[in-house]
């Protein structure tokens, strides 16, 4: 992976989709999920 690219957050309320949304914008089931 390139150390070029942008780092992205997406915050919000628990259980609203935050994961989903980011894996359907890249197409892929990426997303790094962690607990507060």
């Not at 919000?12 to 890249?26: D, E, H």
Request: no cysteine; proline share 3%; charged share 20%.
């Amino acid at each position: 992976m390139s150390k070029n690219l942008p780092k992205v957050a997406i915050i919000g309320q628990a259980n609203v989709g935050k994961s989903s949304l980011f894996n359907r914008m890249i197409r892929a089931q990426q997303a790094v999920v962690a607990r507060e």
